[in-house]
Every structure is written in structure tokens, then in C-alpha cells.
């Protein structure tokens, strides 16, 4: 069964983000064309024959909490040491680090190819990488010394915890508490919640990166440090001893079961010790660095449970014979036809391979310029680091809402055997349905968007990111069959502009309630604006391309002109909804709402 396309995969990689550019800077000189293939090719090989198998059976057999600890299925162990013997985890770090300096295009990549295969895996260690990084950029000598290279060997994995049952979202209310000793470290005391990959078996330790306030630290989100947490700390003799942090659970939940999602107490016998990472009060400072990738990570997640529900979907299109087409005279055919065959089966299955592949798209750009922002000085990669932080919100929200409709539509297509356990559909759309509250809540990333993003440097980022995008027009404009879809993203830019100048006044005279009540609307505007700039630029590189057949090619084109007739058309109800006068969000009345 197919679950996702290598050869799109690389298309998008090296044609239409031409990954080249980013392999002629000196700390990737080691890899060319040829390594990047190899590299691809052998994720795809390894998620064919040890991830994609085990999926269902994640599922059927999930994460339980027995005997104080959590207990995941067997076969994570041997998938945890086949993805560590690849290379993939922490490949982008520096060979000094345990790296070998891989773009972030390529393992974004990899990444990929493993969740689309098995969307329960990459989690696990995709946060050991983040931690690891936190303490590379972050911590001391010493710290890296004790704690990367066994994180880069998965034998201690990372996390990050961050939540508390009085403090989710709204990270100044956090309660856990570190208090300094003469011993050079921190008695911390406290508890988190919803910690993914917080305890297995499969780990000799756990490095638990924990928010917590120094006693005596001012109130809010500027008093909050960083620590390094381990479960077992190490003793003067090398040994471990047990660190006083407990497992209390693991919450059961509606999706990505195999996934395992931790209750964590520490210092419930008042022998929890914590090591500051960097400067006191830095913390939420710090640990952004880790949010923000694990933000496009949620963000590829989403796009591969799409991408696979897609080619489950088609395949099943492709096979599934029922009802008689209908032609243009009113006439119905003698025999029943492949459902592929019914308009409104086509419009959902592009609806599909719309989003998920213009969402990799701009998961693939968004890693180009973290790429770039690694690798430049000055300007450059300052204006690199704007427009990345400009869409991040986009890569990591556009995915989770829109994968969700996707996958939707694809237990649609199956009808009610994709409400079956029958067939992995609803394990799709029950699995993707928590990426749009990781790492933020859809709410929390529009309102970073609109409120942070669109206004940081009297609003340059959105400029560099225009520049761009008129660029793809300008090119696009030159090709008869990419014209029209041209003038239609021009056009949505104006519409873009349009809803700024009204939305701008209200941040000037800082009504910020007024400038953010519809913060969601106006991401998904400009999402449906960032992802059909994805697809003329699909667009312009499959007309250009003569690697690959006419029916990829072919295939290419019609599902961007699906996107610019059915979805960015979408943009004008959501700007006149912004634009209206009238508003019933934010006027009191709550005792109305019953």
C-alpha cells in the first residue's frame, strides 16, 4: 500500500526548492544529489519493512501505565534502533555534536517518509533531537558532555514540559518550583501534564527539559528558568540513581495511541534535582527555540496522516465499483463505474492531494530558509529568519485544520467502510485530530501570526515575503497555461491587503481585542494565499520539468487548478467576514450564550 510519493518527494526537493542551493554551503559540501537519493531511499525502505506494518496494531495495542511506568509496544525498540543506526536522528547537528551536518530539508524529509508511513513514531524522537538542541545552544560544556551524545543514541530520550494543570496554554501561571542549593544544582518541586514521550521502556533515562520559577523570581512569563531534569541523575562514580521524578500516568487518548503521553511529578519525595540551563529567567526564551521546530514538525505530521490518507483513499477509488456515471446527455452508463469516475469522488480526492502536497510544499520552503538561516550572516539571514518566522504559524496550523478536513473526506470516499476499523481511515482522522492543539492551539498560532509576526519590523517579513511571491507571478505570468492562476493569486493579494488596512488601525490605537478577534480567520486567509503560491510554483516546475513523465506533470497541474478555483476562492467570505462591522464575539453577554 502506498502512503507516500518518494518521486514527489524528491521533485518538490530538488526542482521546485531546488535544495542545490542550500548543498553549495560549505557545512553541506559533504552531501550532493546522489547522498540525498541514498538517504531518501533508505527511510522509504526501512518504513516499508519495520514502520508502516506496525501501524494499525499501534493503535489496536496502545500505551498503557502499569507498575508505575509506561509500556509501549515491542516493536518501537527495534524501530528506535534502525532509525538511530540511519543516521536520522540528529543528523542536522554538527559532527562535533554527533551530527554529520544534513541539510533541515533532507531530514525534514525523512521525516516525512516516517510519519507518513506510521505517524507514532517520529514523535519520540523528534523530541530527543529538540532537547538535545536546546542543551547544544543553550547549555554548558559540561551539560553537552553528560547529556547529547547518549540522546543522539536514543538510549536517554528528551522532552519538553512545559504544561501544568493550572497552566496550559498560559505559561506565566506555572507553578513548579526550583530552589537553589549549595550542591550546584536546583530542588525542583512540581508537576506537568501532556508530556509526549515522557517514559517508556525503551529508554535508559529520560532528559526532561522543565520549565520551573527560582524562588523569589518575578511573577509571570519573566520569571521562568530552564532546567535539565533527568529522570535517573548520574552519580560521581558514572552510576544512575533514581531523580525523584515520578510517572503518575499516561493520558488514553482518541488518536496517535501508540504514542505515549505522560503525567510527571517531581520532587514528591523532595529529592528532585534540576540543572539551570543558560541564565536564570531566560527560560521561556529558550525553550521558544525548541517550541518553534517542534511547530513545524507538528506541521510535516499532519501533512504526512494527509498524504497517506490520500493514497489510501485513491487506491481505493481506484478499485471500489458503484453507481452508473452519468454523462452530459442524462444518459447512465450500462455497468457500474469506479467511483474514481464520479465528479464530486474526483473533487475530494483532489481536495486531498491539494492540501497534503502543498502542505509539504510549504514545509519544504519553510526548511529552505531554516537551512538558510544557518547558514548566512548579516542581512541575509536576518531576512531569512523573518519570513521563516512568518510562516511557521501557517506551516504548523494550515496542516492540522485542513489535514483534518482531509482526512475527513477521505473516510468520505470509502463511505462506511471508512468509518470501519476495516480500513485505516478513521485511524487517520483520529489521529490528526490532536495536531491542531500541539505546540499551540490553532487560536494561539493566529493570533501569533496577526499579532507578533505580521507587525515585527513595521511589518518587513511580509514584505520579503511578497517580494517572493510576485516574483513566482511575474514567472508564471510568461506560461499561457499558468497565466490565469497567476492573476488569481494577484489578486488574493489585494484581498490580503485590503483586510490589512483594516485590521492595521486597530493595533495602531491598540484595541488589540478588536485587531485579534478574528486572528483565526485571517490565518486561514492567508494560508489559502501562502499554499496556492506552492502550487504555481508546482506549477511552473512541472511545465519546466522533463525528469518526469507527462502523467506526473499532468497530475500536478490539474490539482493546482482545483486549488485556485475551490479553495482559494474561500478567501473573499473569510475577508468579508473580518471586514463586517457588526461583531457577536467580543461584546459582553456571555449569560447569552446558553
Known sequence: MKYTDLKLLKFLLFNVHNIEEILKFPKHSDFDKETINMFLDAAKDLSDQELYPYYQEFDEKPAVYEDGGIKIHPQFDKIFKAIVESGWVGAHFSPENGGMNLPHMVEGAAGHIYSAANNH??????????????????????????????????????????????????????????????????????????????????????????????????????????????????????????????????????????????????????????????????????????????????????????????????????????????????????????????????????????????????????????????????????????????????????????????????VQVLGGYGFTVDFPQQQFLRDIRITSIYEGTTTIQSMDLLGRKITAQNGKALLLLMERINKDIAKAKESPVLEKYAGKLEEAIVVVQKTLEHLLPFAFQKKYQSYLKNATLFLELFSHVAISWQWLKIGINSLESTDYNENFNQGNILTMKYYFNYELPKINYLSDTILTAESVTVDDGNDYIN
Open 121 to 410: 513514531v517520529s514523535g519520540y524522537l523528534a523530541l530527543t533531537v529538540g532537547s538535545a538542541n536546546l542543551i547544544t545552544s543553550f547549555g554548558t560544556q559540561e551539560q553537552i558532555d553528560t547529556y547529547v551524545p547518549k540522546m543522539l543514541e536514543a538510549s536517554w530520550m528528551g522532552t519538553m514540559c512545559l504544561t501544568e494543570p493550572e497552566a496550559g496554554s498560559s505559561l506565566g501561571n506555572l507553578r513548579t518550583t526550583a530552589s537553589p542549593t549549595d550542591g550546584g544544582h536546583y530542588d525542583i518541586k512540581g508537576q506537568k501534564i501532556f508530556i509526549s514521550g515522557g517514559d517508556h521502556q525503551f529508554a535508559e533515562n529520560f532528559v526532561h527539559m522543565v520549565l520551573a520559577r527560582i524562588d523569589g523570581a518575578p511573577k509571570g512569563s519573566k520569571g521562568i528558568s530552564l532546567f535539565i531534569v533527568p529522570k535517573y541523575r548520574i552519580k560521581d562514580d558514572g552510576s544512575l540513581e533514581f531523580n525523584d521524578v515520578l510517572t503518575a500516568g499516561d493520558y488514553q487518548k482518541m488518536g496517535q495511541r501508540g504514542y505515549c503521553t505522560a503525567h510527571l511529578m517531581f520532587g514528591e519525595n523532595d529529592d528532585c534535582r534540576g540543572w539551570l540551563v543558560g541564565e536564570p529567567n531566560k527560560g521561556l526564551k529558550y525553550m521558544f527555540q525548541m517550541m518553534n521546530q517542534a511547530r513545524l514538525e507538528v506541521g510535516m505530521t499532519a501533512t504526512s496522516i494527509a498524504m497517506s490518507s490520500y493514497y489510501h483513499s485513491l487506491q481505493y477509488a481506484k478499485e471500489r465499483r458503484q453507481g452508473k456515471k452519468l454523462n452530459d446527455t442524462g444518459e447512465r452508463a450500462t455497468e457500474q463505474a469506479l467511483i474514481i469516475e464520479h465528479p464530486d469522488v474526483r473533487r475530494m480526492l483532489l481536495l486531498q492531494k491539494s492540501v497534503a502536497v502543498g502542505s509539504l510544499s510549504l514545509l519544504m520552503e519553510s526548511f529552505k530558509f531554516y537551512d538558510i538561516v544557518e547558514n548566512t550572516e548579516g542581512d541575509k539571514k536576518n531576512d531569512a529568519f523573518l519570513i521563516l518566522d512568518l510562516l511557521t504559524p501557517i506551516a504548523k496550523a494550515y496542516p492540522s485544520e485542513y489535514g483534518l478536513l482531509a482526512a475527513s473526506n477521505g
